[in-house]
């Protein structure tokens, strides 16, 4: 038993240190890239795995088609980028294998199609292991339902918390395990200002700051009071504290929902919310994500790879729109944002209003190619 005791002293010493270079990194580092005032940028495409090549690619359809006039002048390049799929990531021992780390180095933004993330091994997260290597620590999800009152937006932080060493935890086979939850000052107060960022160039006036801080005591504690101390910087904001047990109850709840406006929140909770958020916005398949850095963004899907609907052989009926508002949301970060109010509107005529086609995911509907189509008729139209 001593010796697992020592081995897992030794590997804590080890992560501490290393969480520490992390934090002292950030705190040196002030590059950020200014996408209006960039000669080239370049969108790099991942398929993925499962139903991802099928989406994503109708995604950079609709992209190339938006945005010809610029690859044509040589402003923008795509990229597609190989090799980001489960079988070549088995096959490296790696969640994200080293000549496609370089390749998405290479590139400004990313559009990427859901990754397949085997359970238990150590096999990390195609995804967790992006957001870390190009250090995207905003994960941004609006989620937005109309009529009834809904506009929300997330922003969970995505580097950290309880996935910056979810696959590093300790064991003593047979007795117990224990995984590690990290919250650094410089990791919290850039999500905070994100948040808060977002909100006054928004209109907004209030922030959730959304933890389990009564329990997690260090973590949620330190991530609560630094997001505190980025509002004080924002005084016509209103800064709440909120559990994330009773706000996944205020998600469900009709009378006080529509009061909510941006949500900041630590990684896991974050990534539960907004499946729930998603889901009342009409499934996770309706709802994009943008994964922010300074240097590096990455857009996509908030679901996963689907391999159900690949089994079924439906794969080609899968529902494009998170890749397309993944693209959406890609469009104004690199600078277009009306191209970006285009397609939500085009989306919204070809989800909403005309519904021309409609997507089941399954053969009684369109095929996500003809979906592709119908989205960009729609955008020639407007
Ligand atoms: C998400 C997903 C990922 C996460 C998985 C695929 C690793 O659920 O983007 O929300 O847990 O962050
Ligand atoms: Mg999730």
């Keep these: 038993m001593q010796q697992y005791i020592d081995k897992a002293v030794e590997q804590f010493r080890d992560l501490i240190t290393e969480q520490l270079a992390r934090q002292n990194r950030m705190e040196k580092d002030n590059f950020v890239k200014d996408f209006k005032n960039a000669e080239k940028i370049v969108i790099g495409v991942c398929g993925g795995d499962g139903i991802g090549p099928i989406i994503s690619d109708a995604a950079q359809k609709v992209l190339e088609y938006m945005l010809a006039d610029e690859i044509e002048k040589g402003r923008v390049e795509m990229r597609i980028i190989d090799g980001l799929t489960i079988e070549n990531r088995l096959a490296c021992g790696k969640a994200i294998p080293d000549d496609v780390l370089a390749e998405l180095k290479a590139c400004d933004v990313i559009l990427k199609g859901p990754t397949t993330t085997p359970k238990g091994g150590t096999m990390e997260s195609a995804n967790v292991a992006m957001r870390r290597e190009l250090d995207l620590y905003a994960n941004v999800r609006p989620v937005s339902v109309p009529e009834l009152g809904i506009d929300w937006i997330f922003y969970r932080e995505n580097t950290e918390g309880e996935y910056v060493l979810g696959s590093r935890g300790v064991e003593i086979p047979g007795k117990l395990a224990m995984d590690f939850k990290v919250t ?13 960022e ?66 900041v929140l630590p990684n896991l909770y974050g990534d539960i919310i907004t499946d729930e958020a998603a889901q009342i916005q009409g499934g996770v398949g309706t709802a994009g994500s943008a994964n922010i850095g300074d240097r590096y963004a990455m857009f996509e899907a908030i679901h996963g790879s689907a391999p159900r609907m690949i089994e079924r052989g439906d794969g080609a009926y899968a529902n494009p729109s998170s890749m397309l508002k993944a693209a959406e949301m890609l469009l104004r970060h690199i600078g277009f944002a009306d191209r970006a109010d285009k397609l939500a509107a085009a989306m919204k005529v070809c989800l909403e209003t005309e519904k021309k086609l409609v997507i089941t995911g399954r053969k009684t509907g369109a095929s996500c190619i003809d979906f592709a189509k119908y989205v960009m008729e729609t955008l020639e139209a407007l």
């Design 184 to 196: 650094t000052t410089c990791g919290t107060k850039r999500i905070a200002r994100a948040a808060f």
């Design 198 to 263: 977002y909100a006054k160039q928004n209109g907004k006036n209030n922030v959730a700051i959304v933890t389990k801080a009564n329990i997690m005591k260090k973590t949620d504690g330190k991530f609560s009071e630094l997001c505190h101390e980025v509002a004080a910087d924002y005084p016509d904001i209103t800064a709440e504290d909120w559990y994330i047990d009773i706000m996944t109850a205020n998600l469900i709840n009709e009378n006080n929902r529509s009061k909510f406006q941006v949500f």
